[in-house]
Nanobody, 117 residues
């Protein structure tokens, strides 16, 4: 019902910034709660940022002060900009969505961010 496609990952140097995108289809985008997760090797996937249908924002402590999550309902896209990337940020970043009033979780396939000089 809901399809999510992440993009924007790749190799970046420490201290640089990047913006990840999550394109959604198959649902009324304005009714989607959207979150970004990331997963380190051997670790559980954890939430790092989210944005509600009314643009209420949440950031994990690792993202506070250096990340901005935003949504463009006209483009059916949620963005996550991360500044000052460090090697420890290397992970697979996933887009997650829920339909307002429905607890079913939808996931993208993830996009790999590698921070290295």
């Amino acid at each position: 019902q809901v399809q999510l496609v992440e993009s924007g990952g790749g190799l970046v140097q420490p201290g640089k910034s990047l913006t990840l995108s999550c394109d959604a289809s198959g649902s009324d985008f304005s009714a989607l709660f959207v979150a970004w997760y990331r997963q380190f090797p051997g670790k559980e996937r954890s939430i790092i940022a989210s944005i509600t249908t009314t643009t209420k924002l949440y950031y994990d402590n690792s993202m506070k002060g250096r990340s901005i999550i935003s949504r463009d309902n006209a483009k059916n896209t949620v963005y996550l900009r991360i500044d000052n990337l460090q090697p420890e940020d290397t992970a697979v970043y996933y887009c997650n969505a829920q339909i307002l009033g429905n607890g079913t979780n939808y996931w993208g396939k993830g996009t790999l961010v590698t921070v290295s000089s």
